[in-house]
Every structure is written in structure tokens, then in C-alpha cells.
């Protein structure tokens, strides 16, 4: 299963230009599903989005849209929890990885940093995949992209997209 995931888009807030460097990723690899992290900022983004696949999204601190603050769904045999990160004062590793496990999670997206992140972590014997996708519109440090996520089965491989 191919997931895309992003994040912090700020369309109709901090920018006005579409993300159109994502969308002619969407169109390329057609993903089953997409995971917006939060930080939408637009309903008509969220439209465009379905054009490519079935969305699940999360309402950020810039959002005014009528979205849950977590969700947590089943990909094959992956759990994955999405949040946007807002709501915690720390966005450290192990505060994510014991969140991701408080939800019964394998993957953690999360958002709110307008960067990337990635990174495995075992606690109590169990893995957790952390993931921040960055932002494809408006990145803090960093390189403006989003990321896919392939589940097969129990296995996990995140890639990061990178527009410049």
C-alpha cells in the first residue's frame, strides 16, 4: 500500500500558490491513500487531494476545519497514528515514540515543524516509526517536500520527496 504523506500545506494562509509540485507527484505514482498531518488551511485543498486518492487528515493550530485533533487507522498490518503536534510542548523522539505507543501505534506522523523527520525507535520491545513529512509549501530549515510511506505487510519504507 502506498501512502502519501503530508503535512503543514498553510494553502489560503501563509500561501496563495497551490502545491503543484505535490500534486504532479500524486498524479505520477497514484498513492492508495493520503495522510495530510494538519495545518490544511483550505477545504478546496482537501477536495483537490481526494481527486488523487481517499484523505485522512488532522486539524492543526492554523486550521478552522471541522477535523479530528487524532486519528488512528489500519494500513495491511501497520497501525498508524497521525496528529499534527501542536498540542504537545515537547516534539522530542521519546516523548513521540511513548505517544505512539500510549495510541497503540507502529508509525507516528506528525506535523507542525514545517520539516522533515524520520527515525526508528524500540522501547519496551516494541518499534516505532516516527515521521514528519515537512511542508510542500511553506518549510522551516529545510527543503520543501512530503514524504510516501509503502506498507507491505508488516514491513515499513518511508521515502522522502524533495522539490528542490
Known amino acids: 500500500m502506498l501512502i502519501a504523506v503530508v503535512s503543514d500545506t498553510h494553502y489560503g494562509d501563509k500561501t496563495?500558490?497551490?502545491p503543484s509540485n505535490l500534486f504532479r507527484h500524486l498524479e505520477k505514482r497514484k498513492p492508495d491513500l493520503v495522510i495530510h498531518a494538519g495545518d490544511v488551511t483550505s477545504?478546496?485543498?482537501l477536495e483537490e487531494l481526494e481527486r488523487f486518492a481517499?484523505?485522512?487528515a488532522v486539524r492543526g493550530n492554523?486550521?478552522?476545519?471541522?477535523?479530528?485533533?487524532?486519528?488512528?487507522?489500519?494500513a495491511e498490518d501497520v497501525?498508524?497514528?497521525v496528529l499534527h503536534g501542536h498540542q504537545f510542548f515537547l516534539l522530542n523522539s521519546q516523548f513521540l515514540t511513548l505517544k505512539a505507543?500510549?495510541?497503540?501505534?507502529?508509525?507516528?506522523i506528525f506535523g507542525h515543524t514545517h520539516r522533515f523527520y524520520h527515525d526508528t525507535h524500540s522501547i519496551h520491545g516494541r518499534r516505532v516509526v516516527l515521521l514528519n513529512p515537512g511542508s510542500p509549501t511553506f518549510p522551516r530549515m529545510d527543503s520543501a517536500g512530503f514524504a510516501f510511506l509503502e506498507v507491505a505487510g508488516e514491513s515499513i519504507r518511508v521515502e522522502?520527496?524533495?522539490?528542490?
Do not use: G, Q, Y
Open 43 to 45: 477545504h478546496e485543498l
Open 62 to 74: 492554523a486550521d478552522h476545519l471541522s477535523l479530528p485533533e487524532e486519528r488512528v487507522i489500519d
Open 101 to 108: 505507543l500510549d495510541m497503540e501505534a507502529d508509525v507516528l
Open 16 to 18: 496563495r500558490n497551490p
Open 79 to 81: 497501525r498508524i497514528a
Open 54 to 56: 481517499p484523505v485522512v
Open 160 to 164: 522522502r520527496v524533495r522539490f528542490w
